[in-house]
């Protein structure tokens, strides 16, 4: 068991909490879907995708503590 690589968590438990946010996941989706046609640069999607990772960290949070020593 000692030569075994620990296991990441947090990646883990992200993987089980993303189905839980998926309004945010199809607003962003949506967003760059409508961004796609622009070539200014001047568009994006940057508050919907940190409004979907928020989701997710906000499910992780209160797990991956709980499993700390």
């Known amino acids: 068991m000692e030569?075994?690589?620990p296991i990441d968590q947090k990646k883990y438990l992200?993987?089980?909490?993303?189905?839980?946010?998926?309004?945010?996941?199809?607003?962003?989706?949506?967003?760059?879907e409508r961004i796609k046609g622009d070539e200014s640069g001047s568009k994006h999607c940057t508050g919907q995708y940190f409004d979907y990772?928020?989701?997710?960290?906000?499910?992780?949070?209160?797990?991956v503590f709980g499993k700390l020593n």
């Open 3 to 5: 030569d075994e690589d």
């Open 53 to 63: 990772w928020t989701c997710v960290d906000t499910c992780v949070a209160p797990k």
């Open 14 to 32: 992200e993987e089980i909490c993303k189905p839980k946010c998926v309004r945010p996941l199809r607003a962003y989706q949506a967003c760059v």
